[in-house]
Nanobody, 125 residues
């Protein structure tokens, strides 16, 4: 059974940086996509960034492009999200997810089969 565990969330001030981690276990992680999504109170879940596990190709939402960076450590089966220049509108619960269908990284959340429990990111202005 695939398990995803996020960590690294917290309370920061606008302009600060934060790095989230997603530790994956229970699956064979190659040529799959993993992604980060977020959901703020009263809003729908939205795509943040995705990475192809095998090739390292990445894809970002326009709202975070240039500020966030997604990466992975294959040996540790861990995905990261480096978040810089955080804004109050980045505050949300951040979830990691895995899509076993392969292909290019994408933000189509229904295709992500497994999800973590989420980690809270709060950004004060």
């Amino acid at each position: 059974q695939v398990q995803l565990v996020e960590s690294g969330g917290g309370l920061v001030q606008a302009g600060d940086s934060l790095r989230l981690s997603c530790a994956a276990s229970g699956g064979t992680f190659s040529s799959y996509n993993m992604g980060w999504f977020r959901q703020a109170p009263g809003k729908e879940r939205e795509f943040v960034a995705a990475i192809n596990w095998n090739y390292g190709s990445t894809y970002y939402a326009d709202s975070v492009k240039g500020r966030f960076s997604i990466g992975r450590d294959i040996a540790k089966n861990t995905m990261y999200l480096q978040m810089n220049s955080l804004k109050p509108e980045d505050a949300a619960v951040y979830y990691c997810a895995v899509d076993f269908s392969g292909g290019s990284p994408h933000g189509r959340s229904p295709e992500y089969a497994y999800w973590g429990q989420g980690t809270q990111v709060t950004v004060s202005s």
